[in-house]
C-alpha cells in the first residue's frame, strides 16, 4: 500500500505531474514523557521516514514538557536536554508550551497528552478553541466533570479542532471508535459489558485458589502489571472512568459518582499509606477464597466486570458462566462486548491487550494520524 497526500494548499492539486511536493507538516507536541509518552516518540522517530516517503507527511516535534520542565524545539536525540545533552530545559508552563508548538505559521499543531493530569485536561477546552488538536490516553477530561467535558466539546465544535482519545479504553484496542462507529451509522446501543483491567484480568485468570489473592497481588506487583499502588488498581476506579467514558460516548451523562463501583479494597485499607497496605493485604484473602469458592459451586469464574445498559452502570468482581467469553480471555486481555440492535443475537466483541506502553503509544499515534488525515492526508491502494 502507498499513502498519497494532497493538502488543499500543495502544489499536487495545482501540478499534478510535478515530481517533488513540500511535505504536509504538522508540528507535535509531547505533554508526559513517560512511559507511554516516552515509546511515543520512539514510535514517531521510526515512523518518520517512511511517513515522509510514502505519505509525504512530516510530523514535527517541536516540544516536549513533563510537571517541571519542558524542552522547545526538540529534536528528541532521545529527550537529550533530560540527560544533561545538548537541549536545554525552562520550567513548564502549559500555555507557552501550547503556544510554541502552534507558532505562527498556520501549520496545524497537535498536543499530545500523554500524562495523568488533571491540571493538563484543564487546558483542553483552551487548546481546541484556538485550533490546537488534541489526542490522549489520559481519562481525566473524558471521565471528569461533566461540566469541564462539555466545554471541552464546545470547543472543538466551535473551531474544528479535533480531539481523539482512543487510548483511553482498552490501551491500543480499537474500542472508542467502533462504538462511534456503530452509533454514526445509526446503530442503537443496547448494553456495554467488559473487562476493562488489565491488571484486573490477569489476577482473575490466575486466581483458582492455589494461592492466596494476596499473593498474586503481590506478584502482579513484582512483575509492574499493578499501578505502584496496587489499591489503584483494586478501588475499581480506573475502571469506572473507562465506563463513563464509552456511556459518555453513547451519548449518556454519565459521571463517575453515577457508577455503582464495588471495590476490593476494605475500608479500613483505604486510607493508610502504601506500605501499611501491602503488609495488611492478606486481608483480602479470605473474603476472595470465599467468593471463589461461591463461584466455583456455581460451576463459574470469577471476573471483574463493568456493565452498562439502560437502567446502570456497574464495576464489580462477578461470577460467570465457563461458556461466557469472559471466561476464555487470555493474560492481560481486555474484552468489551458491544450488544446493539444490530448486534442483538450475538454481539460484537472486540479483545486483546488491554495495558502496556507501546500499544497505548501506537493508539495515540493512530489519533494523530486521523488528525493528518482530517487534513487531507490520503491513503491509496496504488
Ligand atoms: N501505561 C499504560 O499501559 C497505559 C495504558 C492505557 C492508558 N494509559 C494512560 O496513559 C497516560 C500515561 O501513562 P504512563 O504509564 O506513561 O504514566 P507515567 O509513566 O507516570 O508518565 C506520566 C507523565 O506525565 C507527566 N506529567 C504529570 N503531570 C504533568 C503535568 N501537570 N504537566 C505535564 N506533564 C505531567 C509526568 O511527568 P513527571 O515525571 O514530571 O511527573 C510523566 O512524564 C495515563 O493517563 C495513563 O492512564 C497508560
Known amino acids: ?149 462539555r466545554r471541552i466539546g464546545a470547543a472543538a465544535g466551535a473551531s474544528g479542532a479535533r480531539l481523539h482519545y482512543e487510548g483511553t479504553v482498552g490501551a491500543g484496542l480499537p474500542v472508542v471508535h467502533t462504538l462511534r462507529d456503530l452509533l454514526d451509522t445509526g446503530d442503537e446501543l443496547v448494553a ?78 483505604a486510607g493508610c499509606s502504601r506500605g501499611v497496605f501491602m503488609e495488611n493485604m492478606h486481608a483480602l484473602d479470605e473474603p476472595m477464597a470465599n467468593r471463589l469458592a461461591r463461584a466455583h459451586a456455581a460451576g463459574g469464574v470469577l471476573r471483574h466486570v463493568a456493565r452498562l445498559d439502560g437502567h446502570r452502570a456497574s464495576v464489580g468482581v462477578e461470577a460467570v458462566d465457563p461458556d461466557h467469553a469472559f471466561a476464555h480471555a487470555r493474560l492481560t486481555d481486555n474484552v468489551i462486548r458491544f450488544a446493539t440492535r444490530r448486534y442483538c443475537d450475538n454481539a460484537l466483541v472486540v479483545q486483546g491487550p488491554g495495558a502496556g506502553p507501546e500499544v497505548t503509544a501506537a493508539a495515540v499515534f493512530t489519533d494523530l494520524l486521523r488528525v493528518a488525515g482530517a487534513m487531507g492526508v490520503k491513503r491509496c491502494a496504488c
Open 1 to 149: 500500500m502507498s499513502i498519497a497526500i494532497a493538502p488543499p494548499h500543495s502544489p499536487l492539486r495545482a501540478a499534478p505531474q510535478r515530481a517533488v511536493v513540500s511535505p504536509f507538516v504538522v508540528h507535535v507536541g509531547i505533554v508526559g514523557p513517560g512511559k507511554v509518552g516516552s515509546a511515543l516518540l520512539t514510535q514517531l522517530r521510526l515512523a518518520a521516514p517512511r511517513l515522509l516517503r510514502h505519505c509525504n507527511l512530516e510530523l514535527r516535534l517541536r516540544a516536549v514538557s513533563d510537571s517541571r520542565h519542558m524542552w522547545l524545539d526538540c529534536d528528541d536525540e532521545a529527550l537529550n536536554g533530560r540527560t544533561h545533552g545538548a537541549q536545554t530545559w525552562r520550567p513548564a508552563e502549559l500555555d507557552e508550551f501550547a503556544a510554541y508548538v502552534a507558532g505562527d505559521r498556520g501549520d496545524p499543531a497537535v498536543l499530545a497528552d500523554c500524562s495523568a493530569s488533571d491540571l493538563v485536561a484543564d487546558r483542553y477546552a483552551g487548546w481546541l478553541a484556538a485550533g490546537i488538536h488534541v489526542v490522549t490516553p489520559n481519562k481525566r477530561a473524558a471521565s471528569g466533570p461533566l461540566e469541564r467535558w
Open 192 to 269: 456495554i459489558e467488559g473487562m476493562l483491567s488489565g491488571t484486573l484480568a490477569w489476577l482473575f485468570n490466575r486466581f483458582d485458589g492455589a494461592l492466596p489473592f494476596s499473593a498474586l497481588v503481590r506478584e502482579a506487583h513484582a512483575r509492574g502489571y499493578t499501578e505502584p499502588d496496587p489499591r489503584d488498581d483494586l478501588s475499581g476506579m480506573d475502571v469506572a472512568r473507562k465506563l463513563v467514558i464509552l456511556a459518555r460516548e453513547a451519548g449518556r451523562s454519565l459521571s463517575l459518582e453515577d457508577v455503582d463501583v464495588r471495590g476490593l479494597v476494605p475500608d479500613d485499607l
